[in-house]
């Protein structure tokens, strides 16, 4: 989607696109970043700031939030902690090693240490070098990218957008950005809320029946969000169908005198407890008190 071809595609249709931009675009606009002039706070703990394109035909929100800081900081400390671990370890087995040990292996566990740390992989610079003072013949040592770092501080919680609408404001260009995690959120709504397993489709009319359970769910989802919050409920779904779930039918069967195997069987709806009492009142909902049986479960004769 974010690709140039793409992009030129939306200009040569006079399409309008706001779309999202990998996080290393944000080394060109490292001075606005850190400039503090010209933020604008949409919403608690989030802020923007609108950038002319160098072309001067689409405008660069940047975007930091700091609920995102927060995670990426954390995200950037747990992968240093793990990498500055196994560098200890190594360092240790190889100071212990009576024998030469080979170089390449060592750099080996070294990559696949830093691969599976990625996210703070650039934050160390580590060197194996030919030492004949050590048993092993290899010594190991490390040291911290303080650029590196310092960048990754000024960063942490920042993201771009890109468009080429010039009439919205910032407020308006992020919370229609923001509409983005809806559609992909009601992908995963099949999969989790309607527990349905992900299918691999292969077949035209397969996909397109995909997307159109997927639309129902988002459709559905939507409206039981906007009855929540027009009730004054927030707007959690997960929270509130987790809470009728636990309202349950249950099946009483009565003897008859007429015949032993005759038997009369009510299906019930269990009274709500004080909490779902107050939040079917809210939502203007009346359980009834008993279900009509299925057409599998009728009386015996």
């Not at 706001?18 to 706070?41: R, S, Y």
């Not at 911290?144 to 770092?149: G, S």
């Not at 906007?226 to 509130?240: D, F, I, K």
């Amino acid at each position: 989607m974010t690709s140039e071809d793409n992009l030129a595609w939306f200009w040569q249709t006079n399409r309008r696109y706001l779309v999202g931009t990998p996080k290393a675009e944000l080394k060109k606009w490292e001075q606005q970043i850190v400039d503090e002039k010209d933020w604008c706070k949409v919403r608690e703990g989030l802020e923007v700031k609108l950038c002319a394109g160098p072309n001067g035909k689409e405008t660069f929100v940047l975007c930091r939030s700091e609920a995102r800081q927060k995670k990426e900081q954390a995200m950037h400390e747990r992968f240093a902690t793990r990498i500055e671990e196994g560098l200890q370890n190594l360092k240790r087995r190889l100071d212990a090693r009576k024998k030469k040990e080979d170089r390449g292996r060592v750099e080996r566990q070294i990559g696949r240490l830093l691969q599976r740390n990625s996210r703070a992989a650039a934050r160390f610079k580590v060197q194996v070098k030919e030492d004949a003072s050590i048993a092993c013949g290899l010594s190991l040592s490390w040291s911290t990218d303080t650029a590196w770092q310092q960048w990754a501080m000024r960063t942490e919680g920042c993201y771009i957008l890109r468009t080429n609408i010039s009439d919205w404001t910032p407020e308006s260009l992020w919370q229609t950005y923001i509409q983005l995690t809806e559609a992909e959120a009601a992908f995963r709504i099949q999969k989790s809320e309607l527990s349905i397993r992900p299918i691999w489709h292969h077949k035209q009319g397969r996909v397109h029946a995909h997307i159109l359970v997927c639309f129902l769910a988002h459709a559905l989802w939507k409206t039981l969000e906007q009855w929540q919050s027009r009730a004054g409920l927030g707007n959690s779904p997960r929270t509130t169908l987790d809470e009728l779930a636990l309202i349950q039918s249950t099946d009483v069967i009565l003897p008859t005198t007429e015949s032993p195997s005759r038997e009369l069987r009510l299906r019930c709806v269990v009274q709500p407890d004080a909490a779902q009492r107050v939040l079917l009142n809210r939502l203007g909902l009346r359980l009834p008190e008993r279900l009509r049986l299925p057409a599998s479960a009728s009386l015996p004769v």
